[in-house]
């Protein structure tokens, strides 16, 4: 990637994301109709902004809805060969041509059909898991939250006991009790975003090896089996999907759950319609997933001198699309801070959008259903009883979670 031109040094930061989010981090604005006011006032007066993190590079944040519409469907000019964790993720880190093919193999591989076989799975973690933390006086149903898709992913990975599963959540919480900055392209967090990998680098080429030796029913072994150009799949673009989906196979999936869980406690009315109608719980699911984006940018970088909102764009600088800002965008989106369950066509970038739109949101999807049947299925009601604090910008899941709960008589 060029280096970022010598006058962007000179910049004045029009957004200032670290300083927002602390209050969204405390819990001191956590309503959606805050949150989204943030975004619009930032939005009405510079949609592209300058941002200056305060470490690394700067970059640009796009926070309106047709600017980021414009910057993800076109990777020629906005590239995502952004490499955050040494080697370039597979498919997350490639750009057409190439990315076409891995995406192919793993959108086979991960479709509606063959994730329903999981249901049963599914609806077994869920409820058992729902069960234990609702016995207790306090229920965590974040501990629900972060376990149900880690186990989902490891039954996928075809590593489905609890050693295993276990083992993985350990290497996901290290690294993110690291508190590396996500996307800083600062030398020493690049170095530590690496060093802090190479477990779970070693442990996906132990599967690998493990894999190619004895071949099982699973997606790792469906991976190894694939054809990228009529050639067999390396050991080294193996290591490369593997790592992507050890690092977010689960965790978003995750801090959804969380999200959704926020916004049926804090709104009574859609969690008693979904009791009356269970039919609406997968477009609830979509309007939920909206306004709980748990990612809200993701990075690419210039390919060449452009105009984007006005902006004056140079080749090699950063551009951040904010889908989580996009999904809020009341210019594009009909009364965008208000939960509608019916909204239709909702065609939302929880999951991105464009060519890397997120390859495992079928499975994601399913989850989530899931779970919300299980849960409406055991609760008369919930309700917020404290405050609901979140992770640090650009994340966006629940890091406490505070319920009042009534179980079903």
């Known amino acids: 990637m060029a280096s970022k031109s010598k006058d962007a040094d000179k910049r004045e930061p029009d957004f200032r994301p670290l300083e927002v989010w602390q209050a969204v ?14 975004y619009d006032e930032q939005r009405a007066g510079c949609p592209v902004s300058w941002t200056d993190p305060g470490h690394g590079e700067g970059y640009w944040t796009v926070l309106a809805h047709k600017d980021v519409t414009e910057v993800v ?4 000019r906005f590239s995502s060969a952004v490499p955050k964790y040494g080697d370039p993720l597979i498919p997350i880190e490639i750009d057409p041509p190439l990315h076409t093919q891995y995406r192919a193999l793993l959108s086979r591989l991960i479709n509606p059909s063959k994730m329903k076989v999981f249901e049963a799975d599914i609806r077994d973690y869920a409820g058992g898991l729902l069960d234990e933390a609702l016995a207790a006086p306090e229920p965590d149903l974040l501990s629900v939250t972060s376990t149900i898709p880690l186990r989902v992913f490891c039954l996928l990975l075809g590593t489905p006991d609890d050693e295993e599963w276990r083992r993985i959540k350990e290497m996901t919480e290290d690294l993110h009790n690291r508190r590396i900055p996500t996307f800083s392209t600062d030398p020493e967090h690049i170095a530590a975003r690496e060093a802090a990998s190479v477990p779970r680098v070693e442990y996906c080429k132990k599967r690998i090896a493990h894999r190619r030796a004895e071949p099982g029913d699973d997606l790792a072994t469906d991976i190894l089996a694939g054809q990228i ?7 080294d673009e193996a290591l490369r999907i593997l790592s992507l989906l050890y690092l977010a196979g689960h965790r978003t999936t995750a801090n959804s759950m969380a999200g959704i869980v926020v916004e049926l406690a804090r709104n009574p009315e859609i969690f008693q319609r979904l009791q009356a109608e269970p039919e609406k719980i997968p477009a609830a699911v979509e309007e939920l997933l909206r306004v709980e984006t748990v990612l809200h940018i993701m990075p690419r970088y210039c390919t ?4 984007l909102g006005g902006q004056q764009i140079r080749a090699g600088e950063q551009v951040y699309p904010a889908f989580g800002a996009a999904n809020l965008d009341s210019t594009a989106i009909r ?8 909204r239709k066509p909702n065609r939302h970038m929880a999951f991105g959008l464009g060519v890397h739109v997120c390859a495992g949101a079928p499975l994601a999807r399913l989850q989530l259903r899931v779970f919300i ?12 009883c404290g405050t609901v604090t979140r992770e640090k910008w650009p994340r966006f899941g629940p890091t406490q979670l505070p319920l009042k709960v009534r179980l079903k008589s």
């Open 25 to 38: 981090e405390s819990g001191e604005v956590s309503d959606l109709a805050d949150i989204a006011a943030i």
């Open 73 to 76: 469907r076109d990777p020629q």
């Open 229 to 235: 150009d009529g050639r067999d799949v390396t050991d």
């Open 304 to 307: 060449q001198d452009t105009t």
């Open 335 to 342: 009364d965008a801070a208000t939960i509608d369950i019916d």
């Open 373 to 384: 049947e299980e849960l409406l299925a055991r609760l008369e009601s919930m309700e917020l």
